[in-house]
């Protein structure tokens, strides 16, 4: 789809500065962009090579206008503007409707007109499934699963029983939603399973990366509320409800019965235990560890500083004798407290 | 299925407070439970809803009948009933018996009356499952696989050739058994393949989380002990065993050729190095990284607390010159043990 | 394949120590080889194992020769060496070439003769598939992908639309290249998607682990270098660059736009935080968290030591305070120093 710089100005009712004739068709990076290409400057890591760019336009914030060697489209938020304008110059393909030859479907499965059912998928007893629904190949879905309008499994995804996702969800392959959590009773010395009896709800505007986990509750529902974004081998255990909008990087592992309030941020690779909660408007850096509640809006961290290896032992072997070291320090402070009133009283004893 | 409160008492060998009459056919939380579901407490943090609930019935410990509104089952092992009633109460729907058309069965497999293989299924050749086996849809079975008598495999699980699983499995979905380990051997500035040529073999009773992976050994087999639990997206690498009835939570990551005893309890997003023994009975916190064995029963942990940013910060700051802060306290503690030392002589001097 | 101990010392140019005529038919650990088992010390972990093995032969290095029983191959490289000869003694199978018939592939995919295309794969348009190509059991590849010569995928993989993998790859089960990267753009309260629309390339002799998962670029591609080995369940963002022949370890999280250098090694569950480069042959510690770039080889740690957990919550508490701790040493420092200077001005107006 190709437009104009000033077309899009008109439609996102933000500033044109330079010519609103310029021609734009795609999109590309202050690097490498040319030709028609629109690029964009948000994080300010790069605003050293705004100079050199060779785009078309680069959609930017107003404090960067001044330095920009070509036209370019003002606005408050550039990296929001440039999801809109990339969408809109990269419209996704339909896949046409219908169900290929070569899917399993229940028989009682409720598929509204639009649905497209790629080659190899299976669908369970039950499974109702809304207008513009798109099931990739290789996608498997247990009974009584319920996929809101628009929401889009890409491939070799595993719905289990029960699962329930809203309007325009996104679920990227290899993820599996609604299987088992971890319910296990110790019985002595070995261990016996608790059954996993209940189902897993995602609201509306939900994106599951690849190979992302997330158990269905163990009594009640697992819950993950609208706009809720979940990148690559994200681990959700049982129980767990986490709020609108809230979005969560690379690799974090989610205990069983965690809350997370709306707006949270959380880090890739980050860890929270079980059993807490987490208020609204937490942000957890990455790599970091959540023993406990958050109830307060902030951010929190807790990574161990990366070193030379030689120099992290050092401080490695210390950290083991941490609390002996406070203590040496209490001892001095006493010592050196003492001392003083013994010089002191020592002086005084002098001076009479 | 229902039952009366009297009757599972029977069952179980445990006592009734209250009305033994009271019917049961499903269970609830403590908050959430009415009608006819029964409850239980097991965690300690849930004990203030004990007062409020609205359950038929609960299973408790006997120190917390005394608090308890409505009729209860008392036991020692309030969590382990609850888990033996649920399934009770919950019976699992049989799949019928048979090999969907869409399967694709190699020639000399080996199948026992009972076993039920879905569709889109693909079972190599010389594989061996036993009575009341169940393959869910989209799983791939390598040649030479074996499973034992009940075991299931949910969906989309791929079994790579030589694995062998015990009677009453349970593997979720997306779970990769039996994969190449990490063999890589150095060659110069590049790295060649070592093959990997070990199995798999998984005891009775085991249960794989989704997402898994646990690789076959590089010469001889991966051994996992009867009555593991692994919870979704575990990594265990070549040639590791894990003794019996030994629980590892979510997002472990086992490096190869690491022993672990029995029983253990591995929490979750914690790490283990290459190549040590943990002993039987050994704790691991979840996010710690052990790196070096651990012989002796215990609990053992290792993560960085969580904290403000802000300070955080500061901390971490301090804690890349820790070394030279012990350091410090050290010429400290000399240096005032010699003022002392100079001062005393200094008084004796005086005293002359 | 059988052969000789002496076969083996011409082939691969080394020196025999013993009896050049034994026999050797396959590969064993020096603690369970026999017959005709030859096996191998690389590790000087596994060192004291030598003096008993009953191995046909052992692959060793000269420092180690005269302390073994048994005839050996002598090498500088034993583990390089020992990988050959175990691919020697183990051919692959080579699969049929053919298309299953319940494949369903593109009707414009370009598949060269030799290519082996098993049951349930799904195959988009645009398609390219080289001469020996493997495509196991259930995988999906997306529209206009392109695999190189002798490239495997091994059961149920996924490649996304795009994604292009040069020649020898091997990608393990469950694997996920090329989808969408974690690009999302704050918009108010909420979150737009940040449309994914560049590719994946995949350089020459890569391998991918079970369930590991490669994002495609945001706008242009994301690339691995010939020669990486990536293991089990990684996760590498969208515009990560991976130099080649650079190795990385299970559970490593990789975040968007990190570019890692030649020969690198990263350990298990590592993680990288965005935007950030490693120099070429730099080498990270298992469970390190890499904050910020590294750009001079070197081997780098920052994970925290495990302890008993009494001693370590006691460690912990003082890591919180360590800042004041610090600071109270710097106190300490000072009031030392004040006081010496106050006692000299004393001793001074004493002797005077």
Sequence with gaps: MATTLGELAVRYGCTVQGDPDVPISRVGTLLDAAGEAISFLANPAYRKQ????????????????????????????????????????NPSSEAAPGVHASAVVGEDADIAPGV??????????GVRLAQGVFIGPG??????????????????????????IGAR???????????????????????????QLGGLRLGDDVEVGANTTIDRGAIEDTIIGDGVKLDNQVQVGHNVRIGEHTVVAGCVAIAGSVTIGKRCMIGGAAGIVGHIALGDD??????????????????????MPVDRSARWRRNAARLRHLDELAKKVRALEKKLAENEVAYSVHEKDESK
Excluded at 52 to 71: F, G, K, M, N, R
Excluded at 116 to 125: D, E, F, M, Q, T
Excluded at 282 to 303: E, M
């Design 50 to 89: 705004l100079a050199a760019t060779h785009a078309a336009a680069v959609i930017l914030a107003p404090e960067d206008a001044a330095q920009c060697p070509v036209s370019c489209l003002i606005t408050d938020n550039p990296y929001a503007l440039y999801a809109r304008i990339a969408t809109d110059l």
């Design 116 to 125: 497209c059912i790629s080659a190899k998928v299976c669908i369970g007893s």
């Design 139 to 164: 996608c498997v879905i247990g009974d009584r699963c319920e996929l809101g309008t628009g929401t889009r499994l890409t491939a070799n995804v595993t719905l289990c029983a029960d699962t329930r």
């Design 169 to 195: 969800g996104l679920v990227h392959a290899g993820a599996v939603l609604g299987a088992d959590g971890f319910g296990i009773a110790r019985d002595g010395d070995r261990w016996i399973k608790v059954p």
């Design 282 to 303: 937490v942000v957890i850096s990455a790599f970091t560890f959540v023993s406990h509640s958050l109830g307060q809006a902030g951010v929190y961290s807790g990574s």
